[in-house]
T-cell receptor, first 113, second 112 residues
Framework: DTGVSQDPRHKITKRGQNVTFRCDPI?????LYWYRQTLGQGPEFLTY????????KSRLLSDRFSAERPKGSFSTLEIQRTEQGDSAMYLC???????????FGEGSRLTVL | GDSVTQMEGPVTLSEEAFLTINCTYT??????LFWYVQYPGEGLQLLLK?????DKGSNKGFEATYRKETTSFHLEKGSVQVSDSAVYFC???????????FGKGTTLSVSS
């Protein structure tokens, strides 16, 4: 069990550019979550996968955001045409079936200039 | 919609002091309740949980009891240590069992 890993840990980009974050969950976990966290706030749910199926999306996930989990393994979160308001920490978590026991990665911090 | 409200921080205590961090929730039905902790430079990790009314979750000397009548899940520890300095998040998961909904977090700072 190597834990949830996220890459890159920090991304600085200019407004209007596209960025992609990768998450590698704990290998036997079939559920994968993306959250966004801004300073002084708790994590806000973005989307959730069970295996390769994206089962739930928050209204926070505008059409500039897309997430995939091909083959039910790693996941990517892409943000197109970034805006300064997208600056945040993007957290990935994975879990098995037990309720609420999410294992979080250390996050990918996005700074949009 | 479902929501979690935590007491605002920061909470500053001396070592061996008693800790309470208040958490109340709004949800339909019977959610599961959680406390997560984020130590400096680390990812969020589950501290304790309770899945039904009157359950008490406990871990590392921390406790919280699921009180449905007051819709609360307050975190307590009898004697805090410097190593407990962290940000604590209360969270709920509704009966559908998908996403966790988090509070804003409470920063705890313990000095020796």
């Amino acid at each position: 069990d190597t834990g949830v890993s996220q890459d890159p840990r920090h991304k600085i980009t200019k407004r209007g550019q596209n960025v992609t974050f990768r998450c590698d969950p704990i290998s036997e976990h079939n559920r994968l979550y993306w959250y966004r966290q801004t300073l002084g706030q708790g994590p806000e749910f973005l989307t959730y996968f069970q295996n390769e199926a994206q089962l739930e999306k928050s209204r926070l996930l505008s059409d500039r955001f897309s997430a995939e989990r091909p083959k039910g393994s790693f996941s990517t979160l892409e943000i197109q045409r970034t805006e300064q308001g997208d600056s945040a920490m993007y957290l990935c978590a994975s879990s098995q079936a037990r309720p609420g026991e999410l294992f979080f990665g250390e996050g990918s911090r996005l700074t949009v200039l | 919609g479902d929501s979690v409200t935590q007491m605002e921080g920061p909470v500053t205590l001396s070592e061996e002091a008693f800790l309470t961090i208040n958490c109340t929730y709004t949800a339909t039905g019977y959610p599961s309740l959680f406390w997560y902790v984020q130590y400096p430079g680390e990812g969020l990790q589950l501290l304790l949980k309770a899945t039904k009314a009157d359950d008490k979750g406990s871990n590392k000397g921390f406790e919280a009891t699921y009180r449905k009548e007051t819709t609360s899940f307050h975190l307590e520890k009898g004697s805090v240590q410097v190593s407990d300095s962290a940000v604590y998040f209360c969270a709920l998961q509704n009966q559908a069992g998908t996403a966790l909904i988090f509070g804003k977090g409470t920063t705890l700072s313990v000095s020796s």
